[in-house]
């Protein structure tokens, strides 16, 4: 079965640091670029960042970039997000998403079921 | 990095058929034919519906079909069903290296 796996949320306080795990399996994890998407509570989607299949290209919003971090371990079937400098705002569920061909595409076909991050002193 | 305008809201009868608007400009949707539309039922993960504007992923009901005029896409789903009511939201690729999202739609089926 195709699917994804997020881990590593958890509550932490402002500045501080966490980082998520999206382990994949039933496909060819080093073939395919890879998104982190996030949606507050009661919020929309909202993109986080991309990676390209071999690490080489990373994307970030406006509003991460700078402190968050995306590479992956394709030796490991394991997509990061390293999140530092945390806020308030970047309270959310976080889901990893699996892109259909080029990473420009943005066509998610396969998801997690999330991992909650809460920034909160 | 504006998010995609769509409506907050549309709902229609069972049977019927309903359009869900998506604009943004010409640095994302009026550039590129890389517009998504995805499904999101409460609690659970968002589900790919189109890509490309107007592909289907295999064991997507053909009731769903998206299209795109200039900067403005749109998602048609005809012969409404219950299991239809859901958010729905579109993304773009934009010419910044971003990938943008629209607000999202909440559908009612009446």
């Known amino acids: 079965e195709v699917q994804v796996l997020e881990s590593g949320g958890g509550l932490v306080q402002p500045g501080g640091s966490l980082r998520l795990s999206c382990a994949a399996s039933?496909?060819?994890?080093?073939?395919?670029?890879m998104n982190w998407v996030r949606q507050a509570p009661g919020k929309g989607l909202e993109w986080v960042s991309g990676?390209?299949?071999?690490?080489?290209?990373?994307y970030y919003a406006d509003s991460v970039k700078g402190r968050f971090t995306i590479s992956r371990d394709n030796s490991k079937n394991t997509l990061y997000l390293q999140m530092n400098s945390l806020r308030a705002e970047d309270t959310a569920l976080y889901y990893c998403?699996?892109?259909?061909?080029?990473?420009?595409?943005?066509?998610?076909?396969?998801w997690g079921q999330g991992t909650t991050v809460t920034v909160s002193s | 990095q504006s998010a995609l305008t769509q409506p907050a809201s549309v709902s229609g009868s069972p049977g019927q058929s309903i359009t869900i608007s998506c604009t943004g400009t010409?640095?994302?949707?009026?550039?590129?034919?890389?517009v998504s539309w995805y499904q999101q039922h409460p609690g659970k993960a968002p589900k790919l519906i189109t890509y490309?504007?107007?592909d289907r992923p295999s064991g997507v009901s053909n009731r769903f079909s998206g299209a795109k005029s200039g900067s403005t896409a749109s998602l048609t789903i005809s012969g409404l069903q219950a299991e239809d009511e859901a958010d729905y939201y579109c993304?773009?690729?934009?010419?910044?290296?971003?990938?943008?999202f629209g607000g999202g739609t909440k559908l009612t089926v009446l």
């Open positions: 998403a699996k892109i259909v061909g080029v990473i420009r595409r943005g066509a998610m076909d396969v």
């Open positions: 039933g496909f060819t994890f080093s073939s395919y670029a």
């Open positions: 990676l390209s299949t071999g690490g080489g290209s990373t």
């Open positions: 010409s640095s994302d949707v009026g550039y590129y034919n890389f």
């Open positions: 490309d504007v107007s």
């Open positions: 993304s773009s690729w934009t010419t910044s290296y971003t990938l943008v």
